[in-house]
């Protein structure tokens, strides 16, 4: 049996040690002494008083007050759905979005997508918040002043023209996905002659724009099939969490991945990286690289290649006898392989170009023909801006949603450069840094009030629509173009014209187009199979490797900044629901950290928590097992201004660490100088408080096995089964049976379902040192454990389980339950009754799988006392409530909540089917975490329906419940992981155990 | 002994104190009016007043404006504006446009009712002047009697001398008496409070006003429309769907003089839809928070009648909650009511009970049987 620990101090310490983490910390103590008899007294007098006060109060008078003209397709209490598209200038994604009486409150994925097939990210998933967002720019302001639209597009146009021949006026925004936007600014080019767009991305990907350049002609991105490679190579690119378009790769990802009793096969994937990112922590095979040694890495696999290949190699690079094996499975795989980089230097690229041109993957696991049309952003070309602007030759910068003075390369350098230039606007949604060294800020509306189009993928469109009237005095992007273009049309009527000529090529306003765009916008998606037919040329690597073997190799500390798969590039930084996402790796939520490897902490000497100053940035370290030894990952997309009750910077932004006068910016750089501050830093995390003790909980096996015997590495299952016994009266469920299982095999640890289940649910955002308290609220988890031994980083395994409420039908939470809030429904269900919950919290002793959350106090605004509130967050404020699910009841102070299998989803459907007078079909329930998961990992049904999902995998040999050998006989299953590794991972996996 | 002097003492000061204050009060007002008393605004709001309420009267065989126009609504419908309503009319016109109103009005159903009205220029000012202060001040609260109240204070107080004397007089020689009265005072102090606490956020029988006259009699009673024509959610969604001055219209746009309100309370509906107000409706059926009932559920797939929640709605002028909505009435009514379920092939799924009913085990389905009493069917 496999040990698993979870944390670097549960390993080191064993599992006595952790049990600490149950004791209450100091605070909790403190608090607990302040508590006296005499505030005991206070307390009494006052819940007396207040008892006897509402009971004397009248029932408040309620009005009812009906829409005056009653739209048809508008509803009380009925949802709309309308199909939209998710961009904040990363990656796009079709979804679509719940709108209640008037107000969004849930995205969901576009399940017509055929990229997607439904699945979101937790930025996707979250975004929502944004929208309710009381620090978004309100009003059009001229230096500090506010004025109205009409003057400051009056003002702004007269500047412009008014502008010497010479100078340029250039908009600076991220990639631009929106064709119709693209043509309204060729528009504006035609207008003003000295136009000029500078596309400034977030995290750039010039590097391999510029190696297509070299390899197809022109400088593409292309698109990658990761569903039809069989062995899939990654140096450094997490493409399952922020590398290019993770939401619509993990779903090709998982079906790469799927196993069934059809399909034996899985594609194997193995991982180069320096430090512990998600895809890594997914992968078969996992290599332990410095950064500055992964171009040697590739070119040493491209000279393996080409040997095992019989074609000429290039000058060695002294790592060809590491890569043999794993040339050798990309030889068996041939054109089915893929390698994939995250690298931002050409050189790289051009390597990973020819590597996969030798494997013959254009055209099927590499598509050139169907670019990819996201992060269109050239480092030279932003670079030359920089010095176009300190030149004089700027007269005028447009600033559309990009934030430079965050995100831009050197952004001091800018923020100088900018003050000299005769006219500067920043067009925003959200509150940006670069708005206080702006002249004119104008506030635009967010991408949920606003008409637009993407197309992400080349011949991949799809539609946004508001769903909401502004809430502000903004106005959607495209409006605002037009205004200054002096055009009377609105956003809406341009967008439709231009699909009318270009996209659906219908003739104007004859029926066939009204039906077509009606179809269009109804469903979000639209597809044409058009593509552009590229020669991929056969590149000469000699250069290119004479200037890899040359690089000197790096002897020291090393720095990596990564996307966080919460924040990512910091755009949206100020929603409380990404914040206080744990981490998928490190399980840490509302800061960023160093991490470095357990190997460099023990030489260091440095403790969890101890905040060290690298190259004049401070940041507290955490030791993260399966780091190179080297290697210091830090989280790019933090030290932004969270507002709220308490506004904080949160984080640090340690993009400064990474300016180094280079032309194109790369994400890892030597450390000149760390120094040990003496001061220690609490870092929240979820990590150690739901400590599962070393028990059989995530079965694995590997492929291999599982094609010996399907139960491999469930054996204890059979066992299990065969002692079937209770003293309890069993269920009986005549009508339905509701089961949900989560294929480990397709999990990937994304946590977009943490936060759909959060939004679907109205789970509370605690803050910070709640978190720390162990206090968070999250009805699904996703327990992530490490196997094999953390000195040797590169054995290191991961494994991750989501886990929320079990529904057990033995179960141990509504046998104490004094007051009954907790019982059995008729339909297997594990209810809860939040009214009738009088806190004694039993429950959550008694449960073993430790799901059920209490609310210590009132984080939503629910309680009319308001002294029962924390509100860390602002999420009590009357604009941020409209988020709030109408159908959930918002939980108050003292009452035990969990996961309730979305019983506002089932018992809508099912009343559906009552309507209509038909039988529920399977698949038609859709749980908030299952419609979000991008890699359909979860499945939902009723198990008395023979016919069903759910059925099917209740006979699949790799089911287990959780625990069940404690008989509680749970309704939520998983299947065991398969790893696609030849050799079982069993061997020397004992962990040291401290007796 | 003690006591009493003591409450002697207390009672010769508290004379003197009242005395003064008195004294002090009628001296004030003699300063400030040196104007003869009836000259004042007091004389000429104290005279309209009494003309309101008939105490003054130009022809005493008509009957007094408040008889028609009252200033409280009660259970019973009043078709005639009331005082507050005839306030903000009467305070836009002047004397002149008041009297013509008061004395001849030219429509129809007011020229018959204010038949021989003739009342002075001076009563009409002064009546105005009432109405417009009135406006000003409000109605002030309804008069409600607390019979349970008085109970509650008069054992209360027994039980308070019960004490007294069982402690400190002791003029009572059997103490017996003293248990008696504060056992049955206890208890009488018990049952209200378990009865006030249980009823505690019910209703029944709750009918406040609305703000227009609306009455479901007139429209479900007397003209015979479907309840479904305007409540047009109650198939489909969870709540029944109050009907905007839009679907009010379909008929109204026509009928503008009601059966009995005469055309005020429709031209309220039409002066909101002409300007595009909204009508803030008083809702009469409320559940709390934490509970989710929906209208499609019982109405559409359980195929209740709406009379079994709602009461004889067709006879009711002001709507008047019938039931008291509490948890035990949903149960108690789930235990008993059938389920359509061999006519809905959504609970061809049970096949246990199918074939109980086929054998004749069972002759009938309940709600309670397919889990209509599990807590998370109306709490999530």
Redesign the interface.
Known sequence: MKKYWKSIEEYETGIKQINDAHIPDKIQAKEALKASRRDFLKYFGFSVASAAVLASCERPVKKAIPLLIQPEEVRPGIASYYASTFYNGCEAVPILVKVRDGRPIKIEGNDLSRLTKGGTSAQVQASLLNLYDESRPKEPVYQGQELSWEQANSDIIQKLSKLDDDKQIVFLTPTIVSPSFQSLLDNFKQKYPNFKQVTLDSYSYSGIREAYGKVVGKSIIPFYRFDKAEVIVSFGADFLGTWLMPTIFTHQYAKARKISNETKKIAKHIHFESYMSLTGSNADERYIIKPSEEAKYLLSLYNELAQQFGHPITVKSGFESELKTVAHNLVKAKNKALVVSGSNNVDVQLVVASINQLLGAYGNTVMVDKETLLYKGKDALVHKFLDDCIEGKVGAVISIESNPAYHFPSSEKFIKAINDVELTVNVSSQKEETSQFFQYVLPSSHFLESWSDAEFIAGEYSLAQPVIRAIYNTRDKHQIVLDWLGERSKSYDFIKSFWNKHILNKTAETNAFRSAWKQTLSDGVFHSDQSTKRKVSKLNLDEVSSRIVKQEPVDGLEVVAYQSISVGDGKMCNNPWLQELPDPVSRICWDNYYAISPSLAKEKKWKQGDIINIDGIELPVFIQPGNHHQVISVALGYGRMMDGPNPEIIGKNIQPLLERDLVSIQYFTDVKEVKSVAATYELATTQTHHSMEGRALVRETTLSEYLKNPASGNEMHAEIEKLHTTLYKEHDYKGHHWAMFIDLNSCTGCNACVVACSVENNVPVVGRDEVRRSHEMHWLRIDRYYTQLPDDPSSLRVVRQPVMCQHCDNAPCENVCPVAATNHSSEGINQMAYNRCIGTRYCNNNCPYKVRRFNWYDYTGADAIPFNRVDATGMTSDLKRLVLNPDVTVRAKGVIEKCSFCIQRIQEKKLEAKKDGKPLVDGTILTACQQGCPAKAITFGDMNDENSEVSKMMKDPRRYHLLEELHTLPSVGYLTKVRNTEQSNNKNTQHKTHS | MKIESSLKLFNARFSIVVLLLCLFSSHAYLQNHKVPYDQTIEYDLKIGERLYYGLISDNPELPSCISCHAKFTGDSINWNPSAMEIVQVSDSLTVKQFKAVVNSPEDGFLAKVHKGYNLSDEHLTQLKLYLSNLGKEGVGEKSATKPRLGLFLLWGFLMFLALVDLLFTKKVRYKVIHLLVIIVGLSVHLKMAYE??AD??R?EGYM?DQPIKFSHQVHAGDNKIDCKYCH??V?????A???????CMNCHMIVREGSRSGKSEIAKLVKN?EE????????VH?L???V?F?H??HV??GQLDCAQCHGKVEEMHILKQENDLSMGWCLDCHKSTNVNFT????????E??HSELSMGVRDSIKAV???AN????C??
């Open positions: 006030e606490s505690l956020g209703s406040p047009f959610n198939e489909q969604g969870k709540s769907g109050i009907p905007g001055p839009d679907l839809f595009g107000k909204d009508i803030a409706w008083v809702r409320n709390p928070d934490h989710f929906s499609a559920q559409n797939a006519g809905n092939s959504y609970y061809s799924i049970y246990k009970y049987d397919i889990g599990d807590c998370m069917k709490h999530y």
